[in-house]
């Protein structure tokens, strides 16, 4: 076993070169394998450090540190070990032995129940979104709202192509994300979300929107791996002109669900909606409960977490629950330490 502490300073295969191309080729193994979680995909994005199990997998995380939060530092881990469930428990416990101080963020139900066997408390944190390729139709009153925008956008002309980065002109990627990022503070928000590339990725679908020849939107979507087959696709990024239509961003989505139907996908996560849906089931902080609902309500000014919710739900997908735990109890305080990690202050 060995715990690997170098940033991977590029998704893959290329890297920086003080990270072993055996160590690389290893992750993306073990990633397509047992890939599952919408976000395992980023667990290979920029910045993170590995605690790797030649045998059985790995854990990313982001290390943190704060003179009055996290003194003597915090190991914050990216959802669930990639590697077989079955193994969840060991790699978890050697991981600990050497990184006792841990908050564990995004992880399913699954890997939740591991966390609580190993005495932690488990809040929940919100759900993930999915939505079944098999039989995915707008018909009727659920996905009434997605038929309006659909609509919208065709009758505005709203062309959406799948292509490569590489094939769209840099100054018109790079024209859109600066317009889109100065709508965002000018921030882009990591660890939870895998930030832009900029660049072609293995397995990574990319799709263009323009509207009479001009580029008003791009979004990508990551693999979902099952035993080294793309069985789902995230819906990682949008990058949407404030220009552009109502509704682009949601028919760019249907554009691609359209093509990955043909391709025998299974289906399209929209990802995380924080503090959204929250329902405790394990033993659990009662402070945590009650300040993650305080913030869904009243923090939104951080994050849109109720924007973010109510789009979502006009999809009318499947809601799972993911869950929240630290290895120091679910104060306030590891919570705060989210929130600096995370970059929301």
Not at 32 to 59: A, H, M, N, W
Not at 148 to 169: A, F, M, P
Not at 290 to 317: D, I, Q, R, T
Request: proline share 4%; charged share 25%; aromatic share 12%.
């Amino acid at each position: 076993m060995s715990a690997v502490m170098t940033n991977l300073d590029a998704t893959y295969p290329e890297g920086s070169q003080s990270f072993p191309r055996e160590q690389r080729d290893l992750l993306v193994d073990f990633l397509k394998r047992f890939g599952e979680r919408c976000v395992g995909y980023s667990t290979l994005q920029p910045g993170l450090e590995y605690f790797i199990d030649e045998e059985k997998g790995y854990i990313a995380y982001q290390s943190f540190r704060h003179p009055v939060l996290a003194l003597t530092g915090r190991k914050m881990i990216l959802s669930n070990p990639v590697c077989d469930p079955a193994d969840y428990r060991a790699i978890t416990q050697a991981f600990l032995a050497q990184h006792p101080k841990a908050i564990f963020l995004q992880v399913d139900q699954h890997y939740a129940s591991v966390l609580e066997g190993m005495g932690l408390q488990v809040n929940c944190f919100g759900i993930e979104t999915e939505l079944p390729i098999d039989g995915f139709s707008l018909d009727g009153k659920l996905r009434s709202k997605l038929r309006q925008w659909r609509n919208k956008c065709q009758r505005e002309q709203v062309v959406v192509e799948h292509c490569k980065i590489s094939d769209v002109d840099p100054a018109e990627i790079r024209s859109l994300s600066d317009a889109w990022l100065k709508n965002r503070s000018g921030r882009e928000f990591t660890l939870l979300m895998r930030p832009f590339q900029g660049r072609d990725e293995e397995d990574v679908y990319f799709l263009t929107a323009r509207q009479r020849g001009e580029l008003i939107g791009m979004t990508s979507f990551d693999p979902i791996y099952r035993n080294k087959k793309i069985v789902g696709y995230y819906h990682n990024l949008d990058r949407i002109c404030a220009q552009a239509p109502h509704g682009t961003s949601a028919f760019c989505v249907l554009e691609a669900i359209k093509q990955f139907a043909e391709a025998e996908i299974e289906y399209v996560s929209l990802g995380f909606s924080p503090l959204y849906g929250l329902q405790e089931q394990y033993r659990h902080s009662r402070v945590a409960r009650f300040s993650l609902g305080f913030a869904y309500e009243h923090l939104n000014f951080l994050y849109p977490f109720k924007g973010n919710a109510v789009h979502k739900k006009k999809f009318g997908g499947v809601a799972k629950p993911v869950y929240l735990s630290s290895t120091q109890g679910n104060s306030i305080r590891e919570l705060l330490s989210i929130i600096k990690t995370l970059k929301l202050l």
